[in-house]
């Protein structure tokens, strides 16, 4: 049993309460999975600069110096902004590649959360409230946003095992349910070129959904591909540079709810994580239909 949140936001009034929206959805939930949580937050495009969010377990010897260094190594400006054990990354979109394989080399032991023009992913072991706070996800501003609190089940309890998991620029998927057949589906990836940090069966869904889009299928059509390709029982959310999905498996046995109004579109595992939404007393609520995919984009 899990908790997972989605925010799409239509109105940019609201883009400033995006982290705080996302947030109080999420910590509603923290009695589904107490083992640890996550969130990532689709912001602002620059357009002269992408980020890399990292991760280390020993943040005082792995942050200091490395913006000096990755900027040598890169030969453009770079700027790090340190939260907690995370930090984000930040450089010219076309070092973005450059600079993960630099770090990775000048520090082994940090962690790619995720890259790309617009999201930041914060996830640590813990429940929901103490992993908001100690990223400060409250005054965190942007356009839509997913989370998740994790009880595992088949995976160890570890930050790379908690959700969200990216395995493409600005991609990101959480998950309720659990797969049968991960195993064949990873080493079939595998043989693509994916690479996995964990053997957790969630990331197998994410980089499954990445290699679709990276052969031209758009968010809907890649959704729909996991009905066919995906065994076993899964509710995904899934956000992407301009986009937010959601799909159930066909028996559709783990909970979900929506909501939609002319300001937003919300997904909760149970109805409490949307009753502080603003409107939601008017919205549009109801149960996602089993193997039937619901996208929006911006």
Not at 175 to 194: A, D, K, T
């Amino acid at each position: 049993m899990c908790g997972i949140v989605g925010l799409f936001l239509k109105d940019k009034s609201l883009e400033p309460k995006l982290g705080s929206m996302l947030s109080e959805m999420l910590i509603s939930l923290s009695d589904r999975g107490p083992d640890s949580a996550g969130i990532a937050i689709y912001g602002a495009p620059s357009g002269n600069e992408a980020k890399i969010t990292i991760q280390s377990a020993k943040p005082g010897r792995d942050f200091p110096g490395l913006e000096a260094e990755l900027a040598k190594i890169l030969g453009a400006p770079v700027t790090i902004a340190v939260k907690s054990t995370h930090a984000v990354v930040r450089t010219a979109p076309g070092k973005i590649d450059e600079a993960r394989e630099a770090i990775q080399t000048l520090r082994p032991d940090i962690r790619i959360m995720g890259a790309g023009d617009v999201v930041e992913i914060y996830k640590e072991v813990g429940l929901p409230e103490a992993v908001v706070d100690r990223f400060d996800v409250r005054s965190m501003t942007g356009t839509h946003g997913i989370g998740h609190t994790r009880m595992a089940t088949e995976s160890a309890v570890t930050t790379m095992g908690a959700h969200p998991f990216s395995t493409g620029a600005d991609q990101c998927l959480v998950h309720n349910g659990s797969l049968s057949n991960h195993n064949n589906v990873r080493r079939e990836l595998i043989r693509e070129g994916m690479k996995f940090e964990t053997e957790n069966d969630t990331e197998v869904a994410a980089a499954y959904l990445s290699s679709q889009m990276a052969h031209g299928k758009n968010l809907g059509e890649a959704l729909e591909g996991t009905l066919s390709d995906l065994d076993g029982f899964f509710t995904f959310v899934v956000g992407t540079k301009n986009g937010f999905g959601v799909v159930r498996d066909p028996i559709a046995c783990k909970p979900a709810v929506m909501a939609e109004t002319d300001q937003y579109v919300a997904f909760g595992s149970e109805y409490r994580a949307l009753t502080k939404l603003p409107g939601i007393d008017n919205a549009r609520v109801w149960e996602p239909e089993p193997a039937t995919v619901y996208f929006w984009e911006h």
